[in-house]
Structure formats: C-alpha cells, structure tokens
C-alpha cells in the first residue's frame, strides 16, 4: 500500500488549503482512512478519520473548521481546512491500516504517507 500526500503550503491565519492522499495497492474503499499531525516536538496526534462506509469523526479542536471526504473512484481522501489558525502548523500525515472502522490511535495504523508540511503564519 502506498499513500501519497500533496496540498500543504504556507497560508496566513484564517486561510483555507486542502490536502489530498492518493492511495494505492489495494481496494481504497475497503478500509478507514486517517489525518494525524504531527508538530515540532509533540507526538503525532489524531485529527480526524473517514470510515469506508463513510461516517467522519474529529479531535475536538477541529471541528466546524476540517472535513474529510473520501473519492472511491479516485482512491483519493482529502482534508479540507478552513479557519486555520497558528496551531495548525504540523507536519500532515494520512494513513490507513486493516480496519474499516473509526480508530484514533496511530499505531493502530499499519501504512503512512510521508507527509506534507502546512504552515500557518502571518
């Protein structure tokens, strides 16, 4: 499995970006896919998860502002970000392991990406 990330970059506060992750080497809409981040010297937290049947769940400190969405027929999930604010700086990272459930707990998950950086600076 393989999982590629895009869509970081740097934006101001209150700025909107979305990120995408192509996945690859087996049937995408099987499996639960997750956004975790991690920013400099903090662990890799949670940030929110798409179950393959597609229900959504999110750390508290994103919601009304993230969604996430899965495209079967692309093999792609995205995380659209609005409202981004200073702590949202963090590497990106989407991930998915053999569940089709929700889990938050990263080392559930069995195959990552390899990041993209968002910056959130004035």
């Known amino acids: 499995v393989q999982l590629v990330e895009s869509g970081g970059g740097l934006v101001q506060p209150g700025g909107s970006l979305r990120l995408s992750c192509a996945a690859s080497?087996?049937?995408?809409?099987?499996?639960?896919m997750g956004w975790f981040r991690q920013a400099p010297g903090k662990e890799r937290e949670f940030v929110a998860t798409i179950e393959s049947g597609g229900s959504t769940y999110y750390t508290d400190s994103v919601k009304g502002r993230f969604n996430i969405s899965r495209d079967n027929a692309k093999n792609t999930v995205y995380l659209q970000m609005n409202s981004l604010n200073t702590e949202d700086t963090a590497v990106y990272y989407c991930?998915?392991?053999?569940?089709?459930?929700?889990?938050?707990?990263?080392?559930?998950?069995?195959?990552w990406g390899q990041g993209t950086q968002v910056t959130v600076s004035s």
């Open positions: 991930a998915t392991g053999d569940f089709r459930v929700a889990v938050r707990r990263p080392d559930f998950y069995k195959y």
């Open positions: 080497g087996r049937t995408f809409s099987s499996y639960a």
